[in-house]
């Protein structure tokens, strides 16, 4: 019931419009309004404030409207009045309230509305400082309130449902659905049409989309499941969490952590936040800053960027293309090219079915299990490569470099080059065109070398009669070959 104190002029909006809707312990007048009306077409509006509206269909023609008045005085329960109207372009609802002038002390008042119309009538509906409860509409619908709920379920056409300042349902929406809301928090399940969903200052649950679904928010979480379709999500300062989109998905959030599992093909991008994704259909692309990512089981390639954070990923069905900076970077089971570029970070990538493409800065790198040649480029950290199945070529700068468990049979062109530290590779059996060189350091090998020419500081011939390149150079350092 709408309230009216004039000791409380000076107390902010949003209380003093919440507090219109309360309802009033000194209610002194109480009165029924019905009213049958025959709907011949167009459709149904209803301009209503303070108070609810229950509104439910039947399959006949007839509308029947119910009103409950309530006031604080007889005088002011009297001055209230409802109207309504039939035509050939359809029903009219509204409610009417005297002005409240030079009115001392508190005052109160309200109407509520149970209506019954016809299923398949437009419906318009104007209200404030109420809620609305809408059933089982199989026209179109156009809802906007304030200050109060709005529920709506088991309805058909399309539906533009609007709010402020109180939250909004819908469940079982047949048709394409538009909802918009400020300061509330949104539901909606079981939409079989597209769904458009704006939302600020409230949470966003989605459920059982069998179109495509496109979601804006800010300052809300996130929260869609079960998706047909494709789905579009943009938020920010608040979480979002995807579960079962078969179709693509788009996010775009800030200073919110993101979550997937089991969607189609992906994109993300995303800031201040940690970034998880995991079961997606087709190829996934992250662009992130300050935020950790993860990612496992992708079908396709994945392209992924990020800043000041870890980025990890596993399983992924093609090619790998990996950015960091001021992070560490780890890849297993990748079944394409890796290609990573990061700072101030440590490289680890194992069991890659292409080639290994790295470049780092101020970071270790170790490589495992490479089917692929293997190229490294990296400077102040070293350098741990482990059966690498194709040609190698790391290019460092005061690291070490370790090489070893190389396949045995097969042909490895080898190319290692640091400074201010040692270089160490163990090769199988087989032939080598060997060229070490290095400065304040010690050349040495487990396999006999034929030499061309020697020194103190370099040494060139080969090993079992030549045949791969075996090029190494180092200052400041040792140089060890060891039978692998």
Known sequence: MFRMNRAAVAAATIIA?????????????????????????????????????????????????????RASSDEIGRAISVSATESAGGVSIVTHYPEMHNRGGEISYSVDYDIETPANAPLVIRNRFGNIDVAGLRAAGDINNAMGQITFRDGSGRQEIENSFGAIEVANSGGDTIIRNQNGAVRAAHIEGNLNLSN??????????????????????????????SATITNSFATVTVRDVKSNLSINNQNGSVEVENAGATSIHNSFASVKAQNIGGPITIAAQNS???????????TIATSFNTLGIRDVGGAAILKNENGNVFARDVHGDLNVDTRFGLVNAEHIRGLADIDNANGNVTLNDIDGRAKVHTSFGSVFLKDIGGAIDVDNQNGAITVGALTAGRCHDITLRTNFSSIKVGIPEGGY???????????????????????????????????CKLDLATANGNITIERD
């Open 17 to 69: 419009a919440m507090a219109m809707t309360a309802r009033a312990d000194n209610t002194r007048y109480t009165n029924t309004i019905t009213k049958n009306l025959t709907f011949r077409g167009g459709k149904v509006s209803i301009e209503h404030r303070f108070g609810n509206i229950v509104l439910r269909t039947h399959s006949g023609n007839a509308v029947n409207v119910h009103a409950t008045i």
């Open 200 to 229: 600020r200052f409230g949470n966003v649950v989605v459920t059982d989309g069998e179109r495509s679904v496109s979601i804006s928010n800010a300052n809300g979480s996130v929260d869609l499941r079960g998706v047909t379709g």
């Open 292 to 302: 950790k990512v993860e990612v496992v089981s992708v079908r396709g390639s994945a």
């Open 433 to 467: 065109n060997v060229s070490a060189r290095t400065s304040f350091g010690s050349i040495t090998s487990a396999l006999p070398i034929t030499t061309t020419s020697a020194s103190s500081e370099s040494i060139t011939g080969t090993i079992n009669g030549g045949g």
